[in-house]
């Protein structure tokens, strides 16, 4: 009607793909309702919307089946409640412009592809404009269409009009024009291919885009086309803010219908939550029960040190874990619910990184328990008078460690087009943070080129959370194989003797009255060893505010990538660099 196509065209009109998609776990009724909130009118209240839904479920024949989950091809629903499902979905939206099919009856059998134009039929009675694409239709099914736009090689129009009862209006046109007559047994569809050239063999005997255009059909086509572009030039009438809109309901139902849908489907899919639990409590019993009530000796300090390191080892496999999910969700929603402008990209993966609060909260209790009594950890938090804070703050860093995990995974998956991918690319990075954290090489050791690493690296703010809140402000007790053993100095006693050197660099001696072997420990306090570690445990609570920082800047970065690599943008570098270079 001559009318620019706005932001708002897309939600306007219902498009219902070839392909039948939609989640597995909602049932029909949940589905349609879904796309019924967040694409109708933000002024339609919510049960007006419900109640359509009941009407499109009775229009569409569902209601055997409306509370039934859709499930995965070849379980749940067939293909006919499927494709149902997929016009119901459209549908629900209440598109103020068409509906458009994309080949509805492509792969189906005889009887269900009837049944589908049968349905698409009776929407059309019932007063929905519908457009819909269809390769080689039988006889009936091509009866089913009141107008027919027929297109030859490379786009251009051969026919575009009335289809009449029997085909007879489109046969009579082509006759008119020298057509082989189309014998009564004949299926119309197949028999216009023939005459233009489309079929198999056949071979066109004039050119039919031309005789198009010079036809007086195509002339009163042209002249309707100009009556209705003057009207709506006279037509002056505005459209309020809420048509106008890109999507149709605000940011903050997007996102409660979105973390509602996918709660739901984790919830009723719970073998990820089960796994995550499992190699969460698992890897943290395993650590405890391997490490348990590690001693304040020189080789306890370095037992707990290192199951600390084995606990950030996890964090790979978690990651795996929380990556297919994302893929999962984002097929979903870039194959229908994009293009429907069902609701933004922000939306998505701030819904992504918001259903894995729940789930790693928990998982971090799990691995709370186990680690942090099992290793000996609250042990020595009691000495110190601390034992609330020491604790709140060992979960608290644990849990930190969990969403980072999470946010981690979905930053690096937001940009790449496969879970494999994202996991390689994060086995690296992950590789990098554990290698530069100051467990394996202290940063002292490291090249100066290295440093860097270490300073950048989350899990060292990590590391230097959880090891001085663990162990710091205890004495160290050297075992037997520890203490290192000689003879003082003219009889002196061994404390006097070794008193200098303790005041320089450290140590106790276990027996400092004795004169004949003195026994001495390298180490006298923990904090003595967290200095050798460059840790201290006044900077407990900025290394937990530094991993924020980092959760936040993955929240950041994962809707950047996801930007860069995967919104469309309405013009493309290569297409400016076209543009500029001719």
Request: hydrophobic residues 45%; charged residues 15%; contains cysteine.
């Amino acid at each position: 009607n001559g009318i620019p196509r706005d932001q708002s065209f897309q939600r306007k009109a219902g498009y219902v793909q070839q392909q039948d998609i939609h989640l597995e776990t909602s049932t029909v009724r949940e589905a349609l309702r879904f796309s019924a909130m967040l694409r109708q009118p933000a002024s339609v209240s919510k049960q007006e919307k419900y109640d359509y839904v009941e009407e499109v479920i009775g229009l569409l024949e569902m209601e055997a089946y409306a509370d039934a989950i859709v499930g995965v091809p070849g379980e749940g629903l067939n293909v006919e409640q499927r494709k149902r499902l997929t016009i119901g979905v459209e549908l629900a939206a209440k598109p103020d412009l068409l509906l458009f099919l994309d080949e509805p009856t492509s792969g189906l059998d005889s009887q269900t592809a009837w049944s589908i134009s049968s349905l698409i039929r009776k929407l059309s009675e019932n007063g929905q404009a519908i457009l819909v694409t269809i390769h080689q239709p039988s006889a009936l099914l091509f009866q089913q269409f009141d107008r027919l736009l027929l297109l030859a090689h490379g786009g251009k129009t051969v026919y575009f009009g009335d289809i009449g009862e029997n085909s007879r209006v489109l046969t009579s046109y082509f006759e008119q024009y020298g057509a082989t007559p189309c014998g009564q047994d004949e299926n119309p569809a197949e028999w216009m291919l023939k005459v233009i050239g489309a079929a198999p063999g056949a071979k066109a005997e004039r050119d039919w885009p031309e005789t198009w255009k010079e036809s007086h059909e195509c002339a009163e086509i042209s002249r309707e086309l100009e009556r209705l572009e003057q009207g709506a030039a006279t037509n002056s009438s505005t459209s309020s803010p809420d048509e106008m809109s890109t999507y149709a309901a605000p940011f903050h139902v997007q996102l409660a219908l979105c973390t509602e849908r996918v709660f739901q489907q984790y919830w009723r899919t719970p073998s990820y939550i089960y796994s995550k639990l499992v190699l969460s409590g698992g890897t943290s019993l395993f650590i405890g029960v391997s490490f348990y009530n590690s001693p304040l000796t020189m080789q306890g300090l370095q037992s707990q040190m290192f199951s600390i390191f084995m606990l950030l080892v996890v964090f790979a496999f978690l990651v795996y874990q929380t990556m297919p999910n994302f893929i999962l969700q984002r097929e979903q929603y870039e194959a229908r619910e994009r293009a429907s402008r069902a609701y933004s990209w922000y939306v998505f993966v701030l819904v992504n990184i918001i259903v894995e609060l729940p789930w790693n909260t928990l998982a971090a209790i799990v691995i709370f328990f186990p680690f942090y009594y099992l290793v000996g950890m609250y042990r020595n938090a009691i000495p110190t008078d601390a034992v609330t804070e020491r604790g709140g703050l060992m979960f608290l860093l644990i849990w930190a460690f969990m969403l980072f995990e999470s946010t981690f995974a979905d930053m690096v998956v937001a940009g790449v087009p496969t879970a494999e991918i994202g996991a390689t690319l994060s086995l690296l990075l992950f590789a990098l943070c554990l290698i530069f954290c100051g467990v394996i090489v202290p940063v002292n050791a490291l090249p100066g080129f290295w440093k860097f690493m270490y300073r950048v690296s989350p899990l060292t703010y990590l590391v230097e959370g959880l090891l001085s809140t663990g162990l710091a402000h205890n004495n160290v007790n050297c075992s037997r194989l520890e203490l290192l053993q000689f003879s003082p100095a003219n009889g002196t006693a061994c404390g006097d003797y070794m008193a200098p050197y303790m005041q320089m660099a450290g140590g106790s001696v276990f027996n400092p009255n004795s004169t004949d072997v003195c026994q001495f420990c390298p180490l006298a306090t923990t904090d003595a060893f967290l200095a050798t570690t460059s840790t201290s445990y006044d900077r407990r609570w900025r290394s937990y505010g530094l991993m924020w920082v980092y959760i936040i800047f993955n929240l950041f970065a994962a809707l950047s990538l996801y930007w860069l690599a995967r919104v469309p943008k309405k013009h493309s570098i290569t297409q400016l660099w076209k543009k500029e270079s001719f």
